[in-house]
């Protein structure tokens, strides 16, 4: 089942991806397109949770068949090795190659993810499936949070939540040495990837809902089960607090609740036949961005890569990044530094979307 509210979902995290990490100048961003710098959370913050949320309602919507074993697997270690070209890009240097990332994180976890859906699910009995689905969510959050809380790494403390010293980052360390983003911890490692399964599979339990009901039924209880997991998840800061680098068990239960919204609020809008011309006009670019995702995640990595190792001459005649040039003799003349360095985002998101509608144009989709 293709929902256009999903595809307009995904579309709109991908621009807002897009616009977060390719600003003109670093030093001149408004603070909701940076995240928070430890605890704490900003709407740059959603970001990577809606992905997971969202690959896992479209697990949930999809083709039975595309979740055999031997299919997931292979979809897994394809946005892995994708992942990990990504890493590599340009000089693929062995020594400082980065192991863990985004598109590392998002495959493990959607094979953890198929898998527990293939093996709880039930054609006989949703509400069963629900609960099965609500407990191995509550395994993933409060596991995490017990291991965190309770378990010391070696020469550490329990319940550290500094970026070195708590027990993922020291497991990290243990299996990637120093092949992390930071070189002694890393925002996508193992550990904290078990509470991302969960983030996932909220989007699966979503995803089941809306594969088993009317529009009309289910959108508000994906508003209101999404406002009541945020909730609770925002109270659980309190004891854990959210943050995203550590991919807190609040945290994740927070952004899933979010994303669960979001979804119930477009899914009632778009897919039940209460939407307009008008308003299919103005999210059509989303779906161009939605249908294309990892197209746009991919080339939008290489490009903001490119931009950044490729050198011209500057003013002075030292060489500067073709990024920098191109930022400071077209973008920073227009106007305060902050509005031209989100006006340079916001060009690098029309250039890149302008090859999505080629594409969509010609029904030349990409997936693994």
Known sequence: MRLRSLDVFRGLTMAAMVIVNNPGDWNAVYPPLLHAPWHGW?????????????????????????????????????????GLFLSGFPYFNPARWRIPGVLQRIGLCYVAAAFVWQALASRRDAEATTRRLAGAIA?????????????????????????????????????????????????????????????????VVAGAWIGRARPLCVA???????????????????????????????????????????LGLLHRRLDDGRSTPLFDWLTEPFVVLGRNALVLFVVSGLVAKLMIVLTVPGPAGAPVSLQRWLYEAAFAPLGPPKVTSLLYAVATLAMLYGLLVWQHRRRLYWSV
């Open 42 to 82: 900003t709407p740059t913050d959603l970001i990577f949770p809606a992905f997971l949320f969202i690959m896992g309602a479209s697990m949930a919507l999809g083709d039975p068949a595309r979740l055999a074993p031997a299919t997931v697997l292979r979809r897994g270690a394809v946005l892995v090795a994708l």
């Open 220 to 262: 508000p209880s994906l508003v209101i089960t999404g406002a009541v997991a945020l909730m609770v998840g925002r109270a659980w800061h309190a004891v854990f607090p959210i943050n995203k680098a550590l991919w807190t068990s609040s945290y994740a239960l927070a952004s899933g609740g979010a994303a669960m919204l979001m």
């Open 139 to 203: 395994v993933c959050l409060l596991g995490y949070w017990a291991l965190i809380a309770l378990v010391a790494p070696p020469g550490g403390v329990a319940g550290d939540l500094t970026a070195e010293g708590n027990l993922g980052a020291w497991l990290d360390r243990a299996v990637f040495g120093t092949h992390l983003w930071k070189t002694t911890w890393d925002p996508e490692g193992l550990l904290s990837s078990l509470p991302a399964v969960g983030t996932t599979l909220m989007g």
